[in-house]
């Protein structure tokens, strides 16, 4: 069993920054990060490799969002900047045991294990 517990999360302007951690009780094959705004379905963000580092992003935050991993911390970040009011949402960190191409890992079935979620608020 693997447990996530995210932080991070909060009240920004537009075109601020905030940074959410996930702190992993034990490292999973890929970590992904997914969100969801109120009445609306969970929508894959970003993913990553744990071990090759490699990444795969939801293309409304490319160039905007990082996703990266800290091996003796065990815990992966999302780092986002120039935030919009359409990334309001509550942010959840997930673990996958298996992984194929990282352009698979978009689909939250594929995920192992859950985070409790943070609230990301962007204000206009």
């Known amino acids: 069993q693997v447990q996530l517990v995210e932080s991070g999360g909060g009240l920004v302007q537009a075109g601020g920054s905030l940074r959410l951690s996930c702190a992993a009780s034990?490292?999973?094959?890929?970590m992904g990060w997914f969100r969801q705004a109120p009445g609306k379905e969970r929508e894959f963000v970003a993913a990553?490799?744990?071990?090759?580092?490699?990444?795969y992003y939801l293309d409304s935050v490319k160039g905007r969002f990082t996703i990266s991993r800290d091996n003796a911390k065990n815990t992966v970040y999302l780092q986002m900047n120039s935030l919009k009011p359409e990334d309001t949402a509550v942010y959840y960190c997930a673990g996958a045991l298996t992984v194929q191409a990282m352009s698979l890992m978009s689909n939250p079935r594929r995920y192992n294990y859950w985070g409790q979620g943070t609230q990301v608020t962007v204000s206009s």
């Open positions: 034990r490292r999973s094959n890929a």
């Open positions: 990553i490799n744990w071990s090759s580092g490699s990444t």
